[in-house]
């Protein structure tokens, strides 16, 4: 089983900063992928950014040269620094964990998600 904690987000006006931060607390598995999404109003979860356990980057094509995702493996955490933040970034920011074991192969765990909100 695995359990995700999530933090930061909040309220910015359009330029500013803000970061999020999630942690996984694992038994026996290992996390091949660790990743942020965005779920605005009536929209589906789409991908912010994600790191893979061995440094593979990717990043959403809105967030490209803004956003920038780090992960400590030590303590499976990743930390999602976003600049010069716009409306459009607006909405619920969940923290979405890929888990495997051998015995039951890959699954996905989502955080609760946190709200960022950019005013203009």
């Known amino acids: 089983q695995v359990q995700l904690v999530e933090s930061g987000g909040g309220l910015v006006q359009a330029g500013g900063s803000l970061s999020l931060r999630c942690e996984a607390s694992?038994?026996?598995?290992?996390?091949?992928?660790m990743a942020w999404y965005r779920q605005t109003a009536g929209n589906q979860r789409d991908l912010v950014a994600s790191?893979?356990?061995?440094?593979?980057?990717v990043y959403g094509d809105s967030v490209k040269g803004r956003f920038t995702i780090s992960r400590h493996n030590a303590n499976n955490t990743i930390f999602l620094q976003m600049n010069t933040l716009n409306p459009e970034d607006t909405g619920v920011y969940y923290c979405?964990?890929?888990?495997?074991?051998?015995?039951?192969?890959?699954?996905?765990?989502w955080g609760q998600g946190t709200q960022v909100t950019v005013s203009s």
């Open positions: 790191a893979g356990r061995f440094g593979e980057i």
């Open positions: 694992v038994t026996w598995e290992t996390l091949p992928t």
């Open positions: 979405r964990v890929e888990a495997y074991l051998t015995r039951t192969g890959n699954k996905l765990y």
